[in-house]
Structure formats: C-alpha cells, structure tokens
C-alpha cells in the first residue's frame, strides 16, 4: 500500500520558518495537498496542487514540491499557526489516495 | 456559500449497517468528485473513498480497509452523497467527513464537522 511520510512534530519560536516535509514515491507525478487542522475543529485546506495558496490563507503559507518531497513553509510563524499538518496525494495510478501521518506544528 | 453537512452517524453494533449522507449547497455538486474521510479519536485523517462525477464515468474507489464492506453513492438531483456502511468493526469508529479538493479560483470548500460513527457492543 502507498505510504506520504511527515516527521511527527515540528516546533520553531515566533517568527521562524517552519518547514514541514511529506515523502511519496508518487509525488513526482501527483499533486500534493496540504491541511491545517487546529483542536477540536475540522480540516483545512491550505496548499492545494503543490504551490496553490487557497483563498483567504495568509501569504505566509507556500508549499513546493521536488522529486519525492513536497514541502510545506511557514513563513514567519504565528502562535496561531499551532495545528496539525497532513499532506495528502495519490498513488501513481490515481485511484488510490492517502495522507501522511500529520505533523504537529508548535509555536512558542 | 458552500456548505457539506454530515448526517446519519450513531452508535452501531459490531457487524451492523448505517447510511451516512452529505448535503451540499451553494455549488454545481453534480460537477465535483467527492471523498470520504475519516478520523479516529486521537488518531489522524485517513481516506475513506471517492467518486468520480457521472460526466466522469461516476466510478468509486475505495480504501484497503472499507473495499467490499463501504458503498460511495451519489444523488444529483438531490446534492447529496451517502456512505453505506455494512458489516462494521470497531476500528470503524470515528468521525466521517464529505469533502472535495475542487478549488474555482482558488477558493478551496470548507469541510462540515463530520458525522460520528461509533461502533461498539
């Protein structure tokens, strides 16, 4: 079965950049997406198609993907940044689909 | 505005059945290929299913865990999508969301907040 790999947790101080990774064997070949989900609430998109920022996310969300890796950046990180991130992606025939583990990003 | 609402969720035996639906509104839903998702408490999101548009063929594809035991349908007419849920476990315990990653002009649906499926004795 098709595995997206993150690290468990990343923590950086206000201000930082935080750079949460998601390995695949298919990501040369499929999009990446990236979610936000904070406690206690739902998903959110926030990097969909590798590098696209969805409407009202702020700028300091980008997403890059190269080869097996795709990235997810936070810019200048915020106490409200704090969430868990999942990336999520296909397998390289398209019909199965899977999300990493999730990264819980801290901010302190 | 967009919205997916959840419905249908309980609690179930072991080997039981259950129908989820989603009800969207405020898109073309008969447009837009639609998944399944899961979580588990305390666990992370795991993908349940999908189907296509009927333009698209309006096939299904399942995760290993569901194949042959979970049936993704469509009702166009209606904007709702529904999740038959048979021969349930108790791993199948977790809260159950409808989503899409279609995005026009980047402004990507919000997901609903689920529907809880418990599973137990």
């Known amino acids: 079965s098709y595995e997206l790999t993150q690290p468990p947790s990343v923590s950086v101080s206000p201000g930082q950049t935080a750079r949460i990774t998601c390995s695949g064997d298919?990501?040369?070949?499929?999009?990446t997406y990236w979610y936000q989900q904070k406690s206690g609430q739902a998903p959110v998109l926030v990097i969909f198609e590798d590098t696209k920022r969805s409407s009202g996310i702020p700028e300091r969300f980008s997403g890059s993907s190269s080869g097996t890796m795709a990235t997810l950046t936070v810019s200048g990180a915020q106490v409200e940044d704090e969430a868990d991130y999942y990336c999520?992606?296909?397998?390289?025939?398209?019909?199965?689909?899977?999300f990493g583990g999730g990264t819980k990003l801290t901010v302190l | 505005e967009v919205q997916l609402v959840e419905s249908g969720g309980g609690l179930v035996q072991p080997g039981g059945s259950l129908r989820l639906s989603c009800a969207a509104s405020g898109f073309t839903f008969s447009n837009v290929w639609m998944n399944w998702v899961r979580q588990a408490p305390g666990k992370g999101l795991e993908w349940v299913g999908r189907i296509k548009s009927h333009a698209d063929g309006g096939t299904t594809d399942y995760a290993a865990p569901v194949k042959g035991r979970f049936t993704i349908s469509r009702d166009d007419s209606k904007n709702t999508l529904y999740l038959q849920m048979t021969s349930l476990k108790t791993e199948d315990t977790a809260l159950y969301y409808c989503?899409?990653?279609?995005?026009?002009?980047?402004?990507?649906?919000?997901w609903g907040q689920g529907a809880l499926v418990t599973v137990s004795a």
């Open positions: 298919a990501l040369p070949k499929k999009y």
């Open positions: 999520y992606s296909a397998d390289s025939s398209g019909y199965l689909w899977v």
């Open positions: 989503n899409t990653v279609y995005c026009p002009n980047s402004v990507c649906y919000p």
